[in-house]
Structures are given as structure tokens and as C-alpha cells.
């Protein structure tokens, strides 16, 4: 996906033989002649970068603030890594103060998709939501557009998979909708002169990166059905679209997606025919790990573990991977535990450690995935109990021995607190079993004087015992007002019933008899156990998973998983 990102800032990849590439033929050239002679020839590095420079020099001269961040933008993408961002940053210093519609939006965005290739996405969202700010002050909806899709690339890693699949799905949609002619012709340098169809060129690029970013969060969201038949429609678009850059692509994503479905040889496959085009190590390294994977569980483990050794000599080289791509390691661990070579364990688990701290700092992503398999505790101890193997064959320092014990003195207060922890989710739950087999009466408060007729407040309270019984609360449209409607009387009066007879307002007392019912459900319902919390939570009446599990936890003092899992150990 990175590397589609950088693909929409060179439109035109035409190879010039004719045009001569002397000094004094350059100097000859218009300032757009050359800026059009730099897209035709930005795959010969060593041409385009005698373009730019013309460019940025002749700017220098005549001491024109946008022209010379012109040049040092054509520069910024020639170059990798630091390179790159210094010449971003250029962009950045000699613009920060100007209004203009590209700069210095294109300096912050530059460096950020450098700092994104190499996984830096924390620094690559902050020059993300500056350029934002720029984009959107400055009125350049190009640019504003790619900034929210590169925005979504971050938020698919590190943040919530089904926000980002919501938020790929949107993207789609406006790309479809949005008039890239006026949309290009607003965003565009004056002098700048559109061609012939390349607003249809822009957009049906932006619809393919658009379908593959949909193929990924469905990826990420376990919904692999979905990203299968999604990667079906980007490869056949991508053909469409006489885009064979992607086309190649769309067929290495299919064979990830083919992985997940389990159809190991049509993964192996179209991963093999998508690997000949690959050029981004990152890429390569990504179809080698599922290349692997496909072949170790197709049980041919000599090939599986080839292409996963060739997956890490990639890694070794660029020192970045993808949250997605860490089984690699996994997997390489386990086959050399297998062949009991302890050295080789600690080089795996060292590289899982390293890859966790980082992930950490990317908003603990890493968390609902390599912890759910490999939780850190076990790795660390792990860890010590192999480097005390090895102290003991190679007789290592009194020193690096204290050390070891210490760290599993660490070790044994972590786990204390973990158990310690487990026994007081035991304990409440246990307690919340008790609590179901006792029956639930009505919450009178008598204690608390209220200005409204007795009359009224019983007609409320049967009102209440019938919507209770009837489970209207399960809906996801009631609302005090809505309610209030049809007990035939005002929101007010509710209100004040239930804060005097429940001690708790509507919204608690809706959420608590919506975790009640949830509870009951799953105590009784082993169908019901079997959805997913997003299911119930829909079930059950609430919008979203975050406000259910808040009010289950609010109540329980337990996640709905855990309670779940712990039911389904308790009955079976």
C-alpha cells in the first residue's frame, strides 16, 4: 500500500530518448517544460535528478520562494530515507510562512510518507495532521484527500480495524463520487497544463488503492470472505483500468487473501507470479513470509522455511516489518525449537521482543495480535530460562548470572500480579453466578420525597414492569424522549421516576438492563456464546462494541470475553 502512495505523485512514466540531457539543453527549457520533462523521465534517477536541479538552481537565481520548494519537492522524491526528508524539510523551512495552495502542505506530506516507508508512523502522523491543517487552510482538496488516505494506512496498523474499514469503505465512496477534473484543476499550479484524460487516470488509480486499502482492513478485521472477494475486484479493475502496476499488485494481494482462506495453493501461486514485479523489500519480504506460510501449512515444511529464512535476510537488511508480518519470526522460533538449536530460539525471540517495544510505541497494536499467541511474559521467560541453558554450557560471568536471576525476580512479580489479577476476575465472577440465581425485584426508594402524585408514579412503575418484560430496553432507537411518548407522559416525569425508584438516571438504567438480559442470555443460550462481542453488543441493543463493554465492566467489574470464555469453561 506505501508504495501506491508515492505512485500518485508520478502520473506519467514515459522513457525520453530523444531529448538531450546536457546543461546547456536543459537551460534552453521552459520552468514547465522542465517540470513536464521530470515526469517523463522520474525513473531514471540520475536524469530526473539533473532536471531538478536545473530547476531548483535557475529558482535560486531569481530568488522565487516557491519555485526553488518546486525543486527541492522533484528532489525529495528521487531520494530515500534521510536524504528525502532533509530536502522535505527544505520544502518546510523556506514555505512554513506562506499561503499557497501546495506548500509547505507537500513538504509535511513528502516527509511523511518517507517516515511511513520506514515505519515511523508515529512522527509520519504528526507531519500527517500538519499538512492537514495547510491542505485544508490553504484549500487544496487534492491534497486533502491523500492526506485522509494516508491517515487511514496508519489507523489500519496501529488503531481500531473496523474504524478503518468504515473509514476505507467512505473513502471509496467519495473518490467515486468526486469530479477529479474540477478537482485537478483547483488544486493545480496556474502555469500547470492538464492532459488529455489525466483526471480519469488520477481517479481510477485512487479507486484501486482505495479497493486494496478495503482489502487490508478486511484483512486486519478477520473478515476474510470478504477481503477475498474484495481482492477478486481490484485485480479484475485493475485490468479494466489498463493499470498493470497494479494489476501485479492485486495479484499478490489475492494470494494473502487466498492464505487466509486457507487455499494454500492458489496463495503459493499468485504470490509466486505477483513476487516477479515486486521492487519495495518491504513487498518482497511480505509475499516471502506468506509464501512460507502457505508452504509450512501445505505440510511442506523444508520449502516453508526457506522462503520464511528469505523473509528475515529482508528484514535483517531494512530493520521495519509490519505487525501482520511478525509470524515470520514465529514460526522460525518454533522450527528451531524443533531442531533444538537454543542460539537461533534467542536470535527469534529477541527479534519478537524488539518488534513488540516498537509496536508499543505505534499504540500497542501489537497487543490483539502477537500477544494473544505469544504473550510477553512468556517470551521473557522464555528467554531467561534459554540464556540459563546457555550460561550454564559456556560458563558465563557470576555477574551476567545475578543478572538473569533478577530479571526472573521481575519475571515472578509480574506473573504474581497476573495471577493475583485472574483470581479477582474468578472472584467476581463467581460472584455475578450467585447474583444470577437469586431473583430480581423491583428498586423501590422510599426515602427520597418528589413532587409528583402517587397516581402517576404507579402508573409509571407499571408502565416500567411491562417494558421491562417485553424487552423494549433491547432496541437500539429508545430513548428517554421515545419512551416517555409511549407511557403517555413527559420526559420529566420519567426521569424523576427512575432516578427515585431505580437510584440511577435512564441512560444506566437502559445500559443495566441491557447487561442483565446479555447475562442471562449467555448463562442460558450456548448460541448466543458463539457470536462475537460485536454481535451481541448489536443484539443487545447498543451501537457500537466500546459503549457495550464499558457497561458490561461498569456493572460486572469483568470484559465481556472473559466472562464468556470463563462461562464457557464453567458449563462445559
Not at 224 to 247: E, G, H, P, R
Not at 463 to 483: A, D, G, I, M, P
Request: glycine fraction near 2%; proline fraction near 1%; aromatic fraction near 12%.
Amino acid at each position: 500500500m506505501r508504495y501506491f502512495l508515492f505512485l500518485l505523485f508520478f502520473l506519467l512514466t514515459i522513457t525520453l530518448n530523444a531529448q538531450g540531457f546536457s546543461k546547456e539543453a536543459l537551460q534552453k527549457l521552459e520552468d514547465e517544460e522542465l517540470l513536464d520533462l521530470f515526469n517523463k523521465v522520474n525513473k531514471d534517477s540520475i536524469k530526473a535528478e539533473k532536471v531538478a536541479r536545473t530547476y531548483l538552481n535557475r529558482a535560486r537565481k531569481e530568488g522565487d520562494t516557491i519555485k526553488m520548494a518546486r525543486g527541492y519537492d522533484r528532489l525529495a522524491r528521487l531520494f530515500k530515507f534521510n536524504k528525502s526528508i532533509q530536502f522535505s524539510d527544505s520544502i518546510i523551512i523556506l514555505t512554513k510562512n506562506k499561503k499557497h495552495i501546495t506548500y509547505p502542505t507537500m513538504g509535511y506530506l513528502l516527509k511523511a510518507l518517507e517516515l511511513m516507508d520506514m515505519y515511523d508512523d508515529k512522527n509520519a502522523l504528526s507531519n500527517l495532521l500538519i499538512a492537514n491543517q495547510y491542505s485544508k487552510t490553504n484549500k487544496n482538496p487534492f491534497l486533502t484527500l491523500f492526506i485522509e488516505l494516508c491517515i487511514i494506512d496508519i489507523k489500519e496498523l496501529w488503531g481500531d480495524p473496523g474504524e478503518s474499514l468504515k473509514l476505507s469503505k467512505a473513502y471509496y465512496e467519495i473518490i467515486k463520487n468526486t469530479d477529479f477534473k474540477k478537482l485537478l484543476k483547483k488544486s493545480s499550479r496556474k502555469n500547470y497544463k492538464i492532459k488529455t484524460n489525466e483526471h480519469i487516470e488520477i481517479k481510477n488509480k485512487n479507486l484501486l488503492i482505495a479497493l486494496d486499502r478495503i482489502t487490508t482492513s478486511y484483512l486486519y478485521a478477520k473478515k476474510y470472505d470478504s477481503a477475498f472477494s474484495t481482492a477478486l475486484i481490484y485485480q479484475k479493475k485493475s485490468l479494466l483500468f489498463n493499470n498493470i502496476k497494479l494489476y501485479h499488485s492485486s495479484i499478490s494481494r489475492l494470494g494473502e487473501a487466498y492464505y487466509y482462506i486457507k487455499n494454500y495453493k492458489n496463495a503459493i501461486d499468485s504470490l509466486l507470479k505477483g513476487l516477479k514485479f515486486r521492487q519495495r523489500p518491504s513487498s518482497i519480504l511480505n509475499d516471502y513470509q506468506y509464501i512460507g506460510l502457505s508452504y509450512l501449512y501445505s505440510d511442506n515444511k523444508n520449502k516453508g522455511v526457506k522462503y520464511l529464512k528469505k523473509a528475515d535476510s529482508i528484514y535483517n537488511e531494512i530493520k521495519t516489518i509490519k505487525p501482520s508480518q511478525t509470524n515470520l519470526f514465529k514460526e522460525l522460533y518454533n522450527y528451531y525449537k524443533e531442531t533444538d538449536s537454543t542460539e537461533k530460539q534467542i536470535e527469534y525471540l529477541n527479534k519478537l521482543l524488539i518488534v513488540d517495544s516498537i509496536f508499543k510505541r505505534n499504540y500497542l497494536y501489537i497487543g490483539s495480535t502477537i500477544k494473544r499467541e505469544y504473550e510477553i511474559p512468556k517470551l521473557l521467560k522464555e528467554k531467561e530460562e534459554l540464556i540459563a541453558s546457555l550460561q550454564n554450557k559456556n560458563k558465563q560471568s557470576k555477574a551476567y548470572i545475578w543478572w538473569s536471576f533478577g530479571l526472573l525476580g521481575v519475571m515472578g512479580l509480574l506473573m504474581t500480579y497476573y495471577v493475583k489479577k485472574q483470581q479477582a476476575y474468578k472472584k467476581r465472577f463467581e460472584t455475578l453466578m450467585l447474583q444470577q440465581s437469586s431473583t430480581t425485584v423491583l428498586s423501590l426508594n422510599t426515602t427520597k420525597e418528589n413532587e409528583i402524585s402517587s397516581t402517576i408514579i404507579d402508573d409509571i412503575l407499571e408502565r416500567l414492569v411491562r417494558f421491562e418484560e417485553q424487552k423494549r430496553y433491547l432496541s437500539q432507537s429508545v430513548s428517554l424522549h421515545n419512551t416517555a411518548k409511549q407511557f403517555k407522559t413527559n420526559s420529566s416525569y420519567l426521569s424523576k421516576v427512575i432516578n427515585l425508584k431505580k437510584d440511577k438516571n435512564f441512560s444506566q438504567y437502559i445500559n443495566d438492563l441491557r447487561i442483565e438480559f446479555t447475562i442471562e442470555e449467555l448463562s442460558k443460550n450456548s448460541k448466543f456464546r458463539k457470536y462475537t462481542i460485536k454481535a451481541i453488543s448489536e443484539e443487545v441493543g447498543f451501537k457500537n462494541v466500546q459503549s457495550f463493554s464499558k457497561a458490561f465492566y461498569k456493572m460486572t467489574g469483568l470484559q465481556p470475553s472473559y466472562f464468556i470464555r470463563k462461562l464457557n469453561k464453567k458449563i462445559s
